[in-house]
């Protein structure tokens, strides 16, 4: 058994724990952003004055929260082009081969598995231009967000200079023309979209777990301890 | 091309708010030399109608130090120091050299209300009053050809001069016929394209002249649109809000007549003096906001208690305006004072997208997929729905594919 499977390297730690903290972000950042979207619950009237700070202890984490994003999207970002293990931006470029394999995963699901004609050694595809989604998903919830958040800086001054409401208003505007010319636009987008984020969490979870269980090569141990099992004639193939 | 370059330049030139308030004194003292001068040009000139301003503050109980007082707020108002409040004083009391054309197009004539709430006037509305209206479509007592000849004598008289008040919006739709003025039958649109032409600049007040308002709501029958969507090439002031604050219109008529420049403008054309603010940040519901104490429907502890409106849909968080600050009706109160939630009346798709009293995420709006309405979390479960729907089906069918291919191998 032992020498059937061969372990491949999937994730370097720097990427795991991207992952995770993403992972962790993203459940705090729904929690809160539903709560200031429409406080779902209530302070305790009898609450101690310096406790009934709700709206504003969500609306802090929340922005936490988009501060660790915007980090590790930077990261991402960097990791796309120059990253030393595996460089993403090589498999969403559309030339025959990444089409062919994106095809190929397209049909390895939506046949049961019956199909499987690519190379599952390395991160496909299909997988590489779904992660690109998200974090375009990602990308525009910052932006949207950040708009929102310069309304709250309408004197133009910040403690840390006026240089940064400056810079979000160069860098966000964009995003009221684009949803539609109002504010509103732009916060009824930036709730769409969460409800497409949530989508895209309930398929990749589920479609990870599928691979586990029908490829029977461990992928959900990447995401863990970095890498995966194949089987040696497989790995070998191509 | 130019169109495309055009916009992208809008894109990312998107002003903020702010007003540089400090200037440096050269430039105020340049500003102060100007506006000196100006005015002794406007004394020099004949006034445009016989009121008297002073007399008129007397008639009405208000003192010089009341006066005084005001012209400093005026003052403040317009981001100008201190030492030009004489100026402004002035400036207003030659009010009635300012020549203002007023069109009424389609509206429902408030911010010739709100321009004329006349019991206990304020000094706002005295100044109001005395602008040299030398054509206004609801409250002149001509009619008819009457009329007609007045606006093109006032027209040409103060050629170049006048500034074009614009209350209403202008529908597009079958040709502009939804509104026609005179006996001639001339559209709202030729209209407001023939008196703008000579025009020093445009005042478009009120929701409607500004962004389309309520005649623009979905589904907008008429192709109601604002002024600055029909007039290209010309000054364009807006002065949103439903209706327009009376404070601010003088605050325009008296810079211009001060300076003879238009205030400095935000992206929407809207004077920054004004609407440099946000609602939310001048709301004195604020610390119940952050505190997450929020009244829960009408008349509850929390109405009571002078609790946030945010989830009785107020749209402060999102609308700039300076109401929170002048007030309305001799600064006695303002909307949220009097317990509602702002909904957004200066902002543009004002209708549609802000007034309807809940709050973002409960608000019934047409899906990306079109047809029915429904608040984005109906849509986005219903989305969720389909998701979880698709990966039961397919769980499934793959754990019986799964099974079969096992049987079939298991004699391997
Ligand atoms: S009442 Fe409206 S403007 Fe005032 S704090 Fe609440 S949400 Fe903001
Ligand atoms: S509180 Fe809001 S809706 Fe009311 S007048 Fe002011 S800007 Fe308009």
């Not at chain 2, 208000?62 to 707020?73: G, L, N, Q, T, V």
């Amino acid at each position: 058994m032992n020498q059937e499977y061969k372990q491949v390297k999937r994730m370097t730690p720097a990427m795991r724990i991207i992952h995770w903290l993403n992972a962790f972000s993203m459940i705090g950042a729904i929690a809160t952003g539903l709560y200031i979207g429409h406080p779902y619950y209530q302070t305790f009237i009898a609450d101690g004055a310096v406790d009934k700070y709700v709206m504003a202890w969500n609306r802090y984490g929340h922005f936490i929260i988009a501060i660790i994003f915007d980090v590790t999207s930077v990261a991402i970002v960097y990791l796309y082009f120059f990253s030393r293990f595996e460089k993403p931006y090589k498999k969403v470029i559309p030339n025959a081969k990444n089409l062919i394999e994106f095809k190929d995963v397209v049909v390895n699901l939506l046949s049961l598995n019956r199909k499987n004609e690519f190379n599952s050694t390395h991160s496909d595809s299909f997988n590489t231009v779904y992660f690109t989604i998200f974090h375009l998903l990602l990308l525009w919830m910052l932006f949207t967000g950040l708009q929102m958040y310069v309304w709250g800086l309408g004197s133009g001054l910040s403690s840390i200079g006026s240089w940064w409401p400056w810079m979000l208003h160069v860098a966000t505007d964009w995003t009221l023309y684009v949803t539609g010319g109002s504010k509103m636009d732009v916060r009824l987008s930036h709730h769409y979209t969460m409800w497409f984020i949530i989508c895209w969490i309930v398929f990749h979870i589920y479609y990870q777990v599928w691979r586990t269980i029908f490829w029977k090569e461990a992928d959900i141990a990447i995401v863990i301890g970095g890498s995966k099992f194949v089987k040696q004639d497989k790995a070998n193939k191509k | 091309m130019s169109d495309k370059i055009e916009a992208v330049k809008k894109l990312f030139t998107s002003k903020s708010s702010r007003v540089e308030t400090n200037k440096g004194d050269t430039y105020y003292q340049d500003l102060f030399a100007k506006c000196e001068a100006r005015l002794n040009e406007m004394r020099a000139q004949t006034p445009a109608n016989r009121l008297d301003f002073s007399e008129l503050l007397e008639e009405n109980g208000i003192d010089r130090r009341e006066f005084m007082k005001w012209a400093s707020a005026t003052t403040a108002m317009l981001m100008l120091p201190p030492m030009f409040t004489p100026l402004v004083a002035d400036a207003a009391v030659m009010m009635n050299r300012a020549p203002v054309i007023w069109l009424e197009l389609q509206d429902c004539a408030g911010n010739s209300e709100a321009l004329l709430r006349a019991d206990g006037p304020k000094i706002d509305e005295i100044v109001l009053d005395i602008i040299s209206l030398e054509y206004h479509e609801t409250l002149q007592a001509a009619a008819g050809f009457q009329a007609e000849k007045q606006l093109d004598e006032a027209m040409e008289t103060f050629k170049g001069k006048y500034l074009l008040f614009v209350e209403g919006s202008i529908p597009m739709g079958m040709n502009g016929q939804y509104g026609t003025i005179g006996a001639a039958g001339e559209t709202f649109h030729d209209h407001l394209m023939r008196c703008s032409e000579n025009a020093a600049a445009i005042v478009a007040v009120g929701a409607c002249a500004t962004f389309g308002g309520i005649p623009a709501a979905s589904p907008n029958p008429t192709g109601a649109v604002g002024v600055m969507n029909v007039v290209k090439n010309k000054p364009i002031i807006n002065i949103p809000a439903c209706p327009a604050n009376p404070a601010n219109m003088v605050g325009v008529i008296l810079h211009y007549l001060l300076t003879g420049q238009i205030p400095e403008l935000d992206s929407l054309l809207r004077p920054k003096f004004a609407f440099g603010y946000r609602i939310h940040d001048n709301c004195e519901r604020r610390a119940h906001f952050d505190a997450g104490e929020y009244v829960e429907e009408w008349g509850d502890k929390g109405a009571q208690n002078n609790f946030c409106l945010y989830k009785m849909g107020c749209k402060g968080p999102m609308t700039f305006n300076n109401c929170s600050i002048v007030r309305y009706n001799e600064g006695i109160n303002w909307p949220i004072g009097v317990g509602r939630g702002c909904i957004g009346c200066s902002e543009p798709d004002f209708w549609d997208k802000y007034a309807y009293e809940r709050p973002m995420a409960d608000a019934k709006i047409k899906a990306p997929t079109g047809g029915v309405e429904k608040t984005v979390d109906e849509f986005g479960l219903g989305m969720l729905t389909a998701v979880g729907i698709g990966i039961g089906i397919h769980a499934a069918a793959s754990a019986v594919a799964g099974k079969r291919e096992k049987s079939g191998e298991s004699h391997e």
